[in-house]
């Protein structure tokens, strides 16, 4: 999760406030694919199993402060499903032995209401040469709001906010060789599922249409 040229699925197995013992409530998605981020955290226990915690979408940087055995990543969101925050989103990336990457950092948490000190664990999926991967934005003005989509392998999902402050979100896996919507917010969200194969005009740079709308190809590729 450390190059920004570099293309990345992970998720979350646990999270630690301010050195208490790790735990994970969320099914968390984050995609990382060349300067490009879409993070969907959805709660799995608890009164609020099967809501959004948070999700965002936004351009990763690496900070001066980053160095080659600790990287230090920052996300400047493009979306948010929480309020604005005067609190910078980044973090100091470790690697473990086991291969999973640990992220030291300071956030809101939504439990306390307060920022806290956290130690977040990732683990990465593995990724085979030759799958494709791609993140698009949508450039249709006047359907108001902003939308993302991205997909990494077998993984996409789906991120909008419209001008009302309404988050939509869906998450789809392929399972069993076929596509399946694995989450998405109440209401069900009006964005559309990204083709199993992306077609030969998803390159960098390039208008598509998908969904009646225009969406811009951020970045796209197959993984080398």
Not at 56 to 64: D, F, H, K, L, P
Not at 161 to 172: K, M, S, T
Not at 195 to 214: F, H, K, N, S
């Amino acid at each position: 999760m450390h190059s920004m040229a570099a293309v990345r699925a992970a998720k979350r197995v646990g999270i630690s406030w301010l050195d208490q013992p790790a735990f994970e409530d969320t099914d968390t998605l984050v995609f990382t694919v060349n300067g490009w981020s879409l993070d969907l955290r959805v709660f799995t226990t608890g009164p609020d199993a099967g809501n959004i915690d948070w999700a965002t979408a936004a351009r990763v940087t690496e900070t001066g402060n980053s160095t080659t055995g600790n990287p230090e990543l920052k996300w400047d969101h493009l979306i948010d499903s929480r309020p604005p925050s005067d609190l910078p989103d980044q973090g100091v990336f470790q690697s473990l032995p086991n291969g999973d990457v640990t992220e030291t950092g300071v956030m809101f948490n939504p439990k306390t209401g307060r920022n806290e000190h956290y130690v977040e664990t990732w683990r990465r999926y593995p990724t085979q040469p030759g799958e494709q991967y791609c993140i698009l934005e949508r450039i249709d003005h006047d359907k108001g709001g902003s939308a993302y989509l991205g997909k990494v392998g077998p993984r996409t999902l789906g991120l909008a906010l419209d001008d009302d402050g309404v988050f939509e979100a869906y998450r789809e896996q392929v399972q069993d060789g076929q596509v399946k919507r694995v989450f998405e917010s109440t209401p069900g969200p009006s964005l559309p599922s990204l083709p199993e194969t992306l077609p030969e005009d998803y390159v960098d740079g390039a208008e598509v249409e998908l969904g009646g709308c225009r969406w811009a190809v951020c970045t796209a590729g197959r993984v080398g």
